[in-house]
């Protein structure tokens, strides 16, 4: 990966958290790539709940119904009945069906190779348009799919990552950060480069850097951290108080 004239500091943290995180934690393994619409699902499915339970969840949804374009025309209780272990399990049937039947509606089949030929911020605008798809599960579909389009995926664990290490604000929403964000990734970063990036940040928030108890005697990067700097200054503050 080869690295870029740099003219944003925060370009130059990314990048020394990127490489720091690769020691850590190694390169992303190698896996198949989903379809599409089959990455929309897991991606839907995924949010507020564990990987390994939405991954489940779709895997059961194609076990019951055979294939997506049965899933568009099932009923809301079977859905939800087969997807119940997912946090919102009644909204995330009536979107998921409501989205598998808009793709057939404007592209005649359940495919999303339309959007092959277009360009990220089209192609992020069109996915937006379907209920229950925002912005981390457009930038999944783009990104963590045979369509391979540079775009950041920024879940969760990588926002609040974001947030404590200055880089976004700390009200900063996943659509605002992944605004902020894009235009500091290295023009030479591929797709799956990104992918990585995401990775190694998404692993840093579950296993380090975690929501209520972050391992900052253990961090790789707590030397960059702005928000345990913050935390350092106000016990001196209050020590000396």
């Given at each position: 990966m080869q690295?870029?004239?740099?003219?944003?500091?925060?370009?130059q943290t990314l990048l020394s958290v990127h490489r720091r995180l690769q020691i850590c934690f190694g390169h992303q393994p190698d896996a198949p790539l989903r379809d599409p619409?089959?990455?929309m699902v897991k991606s839907m499915l995924g949010a507020?709940?564990?990987?390994p339970v939405s991954l489940q969840a779709m895997v059961d949804l194609r076990r019951r119904f055979g294939d997506w374009d049965q899933v568009r025309v099932a009923p809301i209780w079977a859905i939800e009945e087969t997807i119940r272990p997912v946090t919102f399990a009644a909204d995330k049937a009536l979107r998921l069906r409501d989205a598998l039947a808009m793709i057939v509606a404007e592209n005649h089949a359940m495919t999303l190779d339309n959007l092959a030929a277009m360009g990220v911020t089209e192609a992020l605008t069109w996915l937006e348009r379907l209920p229950g798809v925002g912005r981390k599960v457009s930038a999944s579909v783009l990104n963590q799919t045979p369509l391979r389009k540079r775009a950041l995926v920024i879940d969760t664990h990588h926002l609040r990552v974001l947030q404590r290490l200055g880089l976004v604000g700390h009200k900063a929403s996943i659509t605002q950060?992944?605004?902020?964000?894009?235009?500091?990734?290295?023009?030479?970063w591929s797709a799956a480069d990104l992918d990585e990036h995401h990775w190694l940040l998404k692993r840093f928030g579950q296993a380090l850097c975690t929501y209520h108890q972050p391992s900052c005697s253990q961090c790789p990067c707590s030397d960059q951290c702005a928000s345990l700097?913050?935390?350092?200054?106000?016990?001196r503050?209050?020590?000396?108080a």
């Amino acid at each position: 990966m080869q690295i870029p004239l740099l003219i944003d500091d925060r370009t130059q943290t990314l990048l020394s958290v990127h490489r720091r995180l690769q020691i850590c934690f190694g390169h992303q393994p190698d896996a198949p790539l989903r379809d599409p619409v089959t990455q929309m699902v897991k991606s839907m499915l995924g949010a507020r709940t564990r990987g390994p339970v939405s991954l489940q969840a779709m895997v059961d949804l194609r076990r019951r119904f055979g294939d997506w374009d049965q899933v568009r025309v099932a009923p809301i209780w079977a859905i939800e009945e087969t997807i119940r272990p997912v946090t919102f399990a009644a909204d995330k049937a009536l979107r998921l069906r409501d989205a598998l039947a808009m793709i057939v509606a404007e592209n005649h089949a359940m495919t999303l190779d339309n959007l092959a030929a277009m360009g990220v911020t089209e192609a992020l605008t069109w996915l937006e348009r379907l209920p229950g798809v925002g912005r981390k599960v457009s930038a999944s579909v783009l990104n963590q799919t045979p369509l391979r389009k540079r775009a950041l995926v920024i879940d969760t664990h990588h926002l609040r990552v974001l947030q404590r290490l200055g880089l976004v604000g700390h009200k900063a929403s996943i659509t605002q950060a992944y605004d902020i964000m894009m235009p500091l990734m290295p023009i030479t970063w591929s797709a799956a480069d990104l992918d990585e990036h995401h990775w190694l940040l998404k692993r840093f928030g579950q296993a380090l850097c975690t929501y209520h108890q972050p391992s900052c005697s253990q961090c790789p990067c707590s030397d960059q951290c702005a928000s345990l700097w913050q935390n350092q200054k106000s016990r001196r503050h209050q020590a000396s108080a």
